[in-house]
């Protein structure tokens, strides 16, 4: 097929018309009894001879006789542009040739099409068909040279991605304090309250005021993976509990923290909304301190012994089923094991990667004050694994992780030298790479020995 179906050219388009973009192509089509359409079909896609487009039909019913007859579709517009074998078998297995009318309307066309046919030329190499998706809304990062076009590439995009509600464009950086950014909407409602999910959680959140990003899925799950049930999670920069709330949904007790008031206003309400209220304790302060005070406040305030796993939707039926019952006979009393109040912390997390290497000087003796309580050796025989997001522009891995560690060793006051991994999460830029290094917490750091 060599018949061109590209859309209309409107160079220059900056308010978008759809009923501009209509045309009509015509193409041979041959005319064939309906009980013949499988035989004949078959052999004209044995020749590459019928019509092979996206979302058109290569048979349809025969305008003269709509019960009886077909015309089945074929790809040229002119029947002197079929092979000789091809002609000669349609000649004698149809009734003959039609031209049939294709019409094409802004429906039919990719967001790609149509930008490109909007566009100026100069800027039709790469459009700006790429969003990072947030519940409903389609989040762009539009460059300077396709501004004048916005609202255009807004709208096309809204209307080509049936699940998009709102398409938003970045107006600066994120904030270096909340990591949140104003946002222009582009396209659509100006509704920024998003419900996803992610990790088996349900999460609600207003994208206007709190820091999400879609691209981080597997990183997230790929720590809540790390953490087995009954440990004790810190985070510390726990926005509104992408960590937080699937790993408490797994059994962990955890301590959400986020500076952003709005964020962690938003954890609370998704540790409710998912059921795990009594595994999360949240607070809002400054990452710092958080980190200072965690370690003491979870001692003198454990979480209970015997805290059992948050129940699934499932469970939770099954165990109503149970009781709507009644009670059940002969049945063994189940038994619990006694176990300690939990007052350890078993890992922290800092996912703020701009800044979190910086605060890792707040481990600086933040056990000293509870070093000498009883039983403190034994609960603290190993310190707690920490896992620091960071950014780094070394682009090869074995510099990268020197860079990282290098840092890391500024900021905490010695080497790492246990159990330290760092793990490459995702390209940010062209020279800009986001890593995650995890270490156990140097003993003498956290006793306040090292000096």
């Keep these: 097929m060599s018949f061109d179906i590209s859309p209309p050219i409107h160079r220059g388009m900056t308010a978008l018309d759809r009923n501009a973009f209509r045309k009509t192509v015509d193409v041979v089509a041959a005319r064939i009894s309906a009980p013949r359409t499988g035989e004949i079909r078959k052999y004209l896609e044995k020749n590459k001879m019928l019509l092979n487009l996206p979302k058109v039909h290569s048979v349809v019913p025969d305008p003269e006789d709509p019960q009886n007859g077909r015309l089945v579709l074929l790809g040229v517009q002119d029947k002197n542009n079929l092979s000789e074998e091809v002609a ?13 009318p294709l019409n094409f309307d802004y429906d039919y066309w990719t967001a790609d099409d149509i930008l490109k046919a909007t566009l100026p030329s100069d800027l039709c190499e790469t459009t700006p068909t790429s969003f990072t998706t947030t519940g409903h809304i389609g989040h762009f990062n539009i460059r300077e040279e396709f501004l004048p076009y916005k609202f255009l590439i807004g709208q096309v995009i809204l209307d080509k991605n049936r699940t998009l509600r709102t398409v938003v464009n970045k107006l600066d950086t994120i904030d270096t304090e909340f990591r949140v950014f104003r946002m222009e909407v582009i396209a659509g409602e100006e509704d920024f309250n998003v419900v996803l999910n992610e990790s088996g959680c349900s999460f609600a959140f ?32 726990a926005g509104i509990g992408p960590f937080a709330v699937p790993s408490a949904k797994k059994g962990c007790l ?42 003491v406040e979870i001692w003198e305030n454990p ?32 038994t619990t094991t006694a176990s300690p109040p939990r007052r350890r912390i078993d890992h922290f997390v800092m996912n703020l990667p701009a800044t979190a290497i910086e605060f890792l000087d707040g481990f600086q003796g933040v056990f000293a004050p509870i070093k000498h309580q009883a039983g403190f050796n034994e609960v603290y025989s190993t310190m707690p694994m920490v896992h620091c997001h960071c950014f780094t522009k070394e682009k090869e891995p074995v510099k990268a992780e020197e860079d990282i560690r290098e840092r890391a060793k500024l900021s905490l006051g010695t080497a790492l030298r246990e159990d330290v991994t760092c793990h490459w999460v995702r390209a940010v830029a062209p020279n800009k790479d986001m890593y995650c290094i995890s270490f156990r917490l140097p003993r003498e750091v956290a006793l306040g020995e090292n000096s």
């Design 88 to 100: 000669n078998y349609l000649n004698t297995n149809s009734s003959g040739f039609v031209m049939h």
């Design 206 to 237: 207003d994208f206007s005021k709190v820091y999400w990003n879609s691209r981080l899925q597997n990183e997230h799950l790929r720590l809540i993976n790390l953490f087995q049930p009954g440990e004790v999670i810190a985070d510390v920069f």
């Design 254 to 295: 955890v301590l959400g923290n986020d500076l952003n008031p709005d964020s962690s206003q938003s954890m609370e309400q998704n540790a409710i909304r998912n059921k795990v209220q009594n595994w999360i304790r949240i607070s809002n302060s400054d990452g710092r301190d958080f980190i200072r005070r965690a370690p």
């Design 303 to 334: 979480f209970p012994a015997n805290l059992e796993k948050p129940k699934s939707a499932k469970e939770r039926a099954k165990e109503h089923k149970l009781k709507s019952q009644g009670p059940a006979t002969n049945q063994p009393s189940p």
